[in-house]
């Protein structure tokens, strides 16, 4: 992952994805990524629609998590998901972009919640990277 | 990582790390574990995250960590904590996502000779019968009006629809329903989510599981509860489904601005919370109350429909087919409930993650059938293996504020457990030792594995020697339904 990316870890109970980015924004959207492939959420046949979004939180974390967070709902209650994912983040606190959203087909696992356990989003010399454990 | 040379041993299943292993401790932890399972339980964060939870303020006396425990998020699954009342907190995160996850256990006086020929009907008609899998929707529609009902009533709400029997709500920890749920501190956004799920199982670890009873080691608290060597019985394991997520990821994020205008330092952000008599701790604990009394109306319409799907099977087979409810109980949960703490009757708030309450005799909540004997504790074990029923005992009350395990707890990840399990062959596996299972998914079926987790057996040899609980019955599976 020079750029950016996801692995899965272990974790004894839930599941753990370490994501890096070339920045916030990236890295959000690195995260949105193993997230939907961890859920195996996958999109159908039909009309997108683009919806923008502005997110601002404390911080860094605060950021990351409410942004996942949005996605799930999105495929729980609103059984949509996001097929392009443009973002930028302004600083540490804000987060602003646009998805395209498919209907979605499929999705075969739950993921009940996104937490803040040990969650630090650190700089490296590509840019940022963290470990989100989400509960499931 | 806590090294096994940082525990002290304290008894033949008791083990502590002193208050003194890290400087913001403020209680020490005790483990109660045999070899085996305290080496697992040094496999992970458990321990690593039950020092953590051991910095909270106000709390009293110790963390108690159960023999199932394992690794959570922020505090660890199978970990006790009480805080002191008016100013020790609240934590969402030390109750969990899922609020009230719980099991119910219902009985029957079907013998399992007479049943087994239409075991695979009973099955099919419980998958059919209880919705499940990932985003699956109930069949009772509600009105926002009306689900602001059920936060406020639970199981009673149930019963007034028609979804619950005689004596139902009394075999259900609190009657079903806890006092100061207050749906107006629940968000829009929760009630979305909830609204469309009520009387369904969900995914992941819950389950409708149909046993055997298999062994019983104490005659009068099994004839108390109507268990029957050989005869058929029901678990329902499941919670508060996506309402009760929102609710804690909501106050997840509220809290962190409590936190830090009650100047509370953490150690992990997930562990955030507020004083229990702030503003913001009253807000949770009626959001809390709302989304436990949708988990107790979400299991009492499961047991509905597995009333429904029993009849169905075995209905006109020459069986009582009448299934009556031993218990409901929670295991994500935080109480106000009256300890002794340094010799005198104290209010804490006790959080309980991953355990379940297990008083002792005399307890006044109890129904009087089983108030000379305890409180009823379900326990069950991984898939394919045993159950067990259990009754809460003055230990419990003694040394882990009325608490014991939950089951049968993790000790692989899921990860690995994908890895190394393939679903169809587990399945097979399963079928070839008599146990029937419907699954949903699976991948997820290989992810819940019996080799993925702790011997319950073992487990539950911890809790019975320490005395933190009493073996009444072990179960065994026959048929399994997973979403």
């Known amino acids: ?136 | 990582m806590i090294q096994k040379q940082d525990i002290l041993r304290r008894g033949p299943w008791t083990w502590e790390i002193p208050a003194s292993h890290r400087s913001d401790m403020r209680v020490p932890v005790r483990l109660f574990a045999d070899e085996r399972l305290l080496e697992d339980a040094l496999g992970d964060a458990s321990l690593e995250q039950a020092v953590n939870a051991s910095t909270l303020p106000g709390l009293v006396s110790h963390v108690t960590v159960m023999p199932d425990v394992h690794q959570g998020y922020g505090f660890p699954i199978g970990g006790v904590a009480a805080t002191l009342l008016p100013d020790g907190i609240i934590s969402p995160g030390a109750i969990g996502y899922d609020i009230n996850c719980g099991v119910r256990l219902l009985a029957s006086r079907v013998p399992i000779a007479k049943a087994q020929p239409h075991l695979r009907t009973l099955a099919s008609a419980l998958y059919a019968n209880c919705p499940s899998g990932v985003g699956v929707k109930g069949s009772v529609p509600l009105t926002t009006k009306e689900l602001d009902r059920v936060c406020r009533e639970g199981a009673r709400w149930a019963k007034r629809s028609g979804y619950a029997q005689e004596g139902d709500l009394e075999a259900t920890e609190e009657d079903g329903a806890i006092d100061g749920a207050d749906p107006e501190s629940v968000s829009a956004r929760a009630k979305e989510r909830g609204r469309p799920q009520l009387g369904t199982l969900g995914a992941g670890n819950h389950f409708i599981e149909v046993d055997v009873v298999d062994q019983i080691f104490h005659k009068d608290a099994a004839r108390a509860m109507g268990l029957e060597e050989g005869c058929l019985v029901i678990q329902i394991h499941c919670g508060s489904r996506g309402f009760g997520h929102q609710v804690c990821s909501d106050y997840v994020h509220d809290f962190h601005g409590a936190a830090a205008r009650y100047g509370i330092r953490l150690p992990d952000r997930e562990l955030v919370c507020a004083p229990l008599s702030s503003p913001e701790g009253g807000r949770y604990q009626a959001a809390m109350g709302s989304a436990a009394n949708y988990a107790f109306a979400n299991r009492q319409i499961l047991a509905h429909h597995v009333r429904r799907s029993f009849e169905q099977a075995l209905g006109g087979k020459g069986s009582d087919t009448g299934l009556h409810q031993v218990y409901d109980i929670a295991h994500n949960m935080g109480k106000v409930e009256v300890h002794q703490v340094d010799g005198r009757p104290t209010r804490v708030c006790v959080h309980r993650k991953g355990a379940t309450r297990a008083f002792g005799p005399g307890f006044e909540g109890l129904p009087p059938r089983y108030r000379p004997l305890g409180q009823p504790v379900l326990v069950p074990g991984s898939m394919g293996t045993a159950s067990w029923v259990l009754l809460g005992t003055a230990g419990s009350m003694e040394l882990s504020f009325g608490s014991t395990c939950h089951g049968a707890g993790r000790r692989m990840s899921r990860h690995q457990a994908k890895r190394t399990v393939r679903g169809d062959r587990l399945r097979q596996q399963l079928e070839e030792a008599g146990i029937i299972v419907i699954a949903g998914s699976l991948p997820g079926l290989a992810e819940e594995a019996p080799k993925a987790y702790k011997d319950v057996d073992a487990v539950v040899e911890v809790v019975s020697q320490v005395g933190i609980a009493a073996k009444v019955a072990r179960l065994r599976p026959v048929a399994v339904i997973k979403g």
């Open chain 1, 1 to 136: 992952m020079p750029g950016g990316g996801f692995e899965e870890i272990e974790h004894t109970a839930d599941w753990a994805l370490r994501v890096h980015g070339t920045d916030l924004a990236d890295l959000c959207r690195q995260a949105a990524t193993g997230m939907l492939q961890l859920a195996g959420a996958e999109p159908a046949d039909g009309p997108t629609r683009v919806e923008s979004l502005v997110f601002t939180e404390a911080d860094a974390e605060g950021v990351l998590v409410r942004w996942l967070e949005e996605v799930l709902y999105g495929l729980e209650v609103r059984r949509v998901v996001p097929v392009a994912m443009r973002l930028r983040s302004h600083g540490e606190v804000r987060l602003e972009g646009d998805m395209t959203l498919a209907p979605l087909a499929r999705l075969e696992k739950a993921i009940k919640a996104v937490t803040f356990h040990a969650l630090k989003v650190t700089p490296t010399k590509n840019g940022c990277e963290a470990t989100i454990v989400f509960d499931v």
